[in-house]
């Protein structure tokens, strides 16, 4: 009896099939173009969101970020939470992920950070990053969609 309902990795492969290279992707590295650019053209909707820096929740992050581009020689530039980052995929020999990493690696050269949107979104109000509600929920913690510089804990009151 066959099955319509699609193997765990058939799954994998159609989600992933979106961002693989493309064929010319050895060329179009060799010119160099701006990863921002690459990301419009060969990975359209795979940015969700940007944001200047981490919300207070999270300032050690903000150091951590500032740290990591001193040691590069750049500024901080931007937080671009990215719908996935394929890491695992991306590690295995021949993988199909070369320009997706080079976009990746010129980012962060340029002082930009790229985060999931499985871990991080953004403060409703001030856009500043925090910590995603599916992450939240994974630690059985409340979601209220805003940094603590946003909203204000109450005791007396329900998350």
């Not at 992050?61 to 996935?84: F, H, M, R, S």
């Not at 979104?121 to 946003?150: P, W």
Request: glycine share 2%; net charge neutral.
């Amino acid at each position: 009896m066959a099955s319509d309902h699609k193997k765990p990795d058939e799954k994998l492969d159609q989600i992933l099939s979106d961002w693989t290279d493309p064929p010319n992707v050895d060329d179009i590295i060799a010119q160099q173009l701006k990863p921002l650019k690459c990301i419009s053209k060969y990975f359209p909707n795979w940015i969700v969101k940007t944001s200047p820096q981490f919300s207070v929740d999270l300032s050690k992050y903000n150091v951590q970020w500032a740290a990591g581009c001193i040691e590069l020689n750049t500024d901080p530039a931007e937080i671009i939470i990215v719908k996935n980052t394929f890491m695992e995929e991306r590690k295995k020999a021949n993988n199909k992920y070369k320009l997706m990493s080079w976009v990746i690696v010129e980012l962060t050269r340029k002082g930009y950070l790229v985060l999931i949107s499985d871990i991080f979104d953004t403060c409703e109000q001030c856009n500043l990053v925090i910590v995603s509600k599916e992450r939240m929920a994974q630690h059985s913690y409340s979601f209220s969609g805003k940094c603590q510089s946003c909203h204000k804990y109450d005791p007396t009151k329900p998350l």
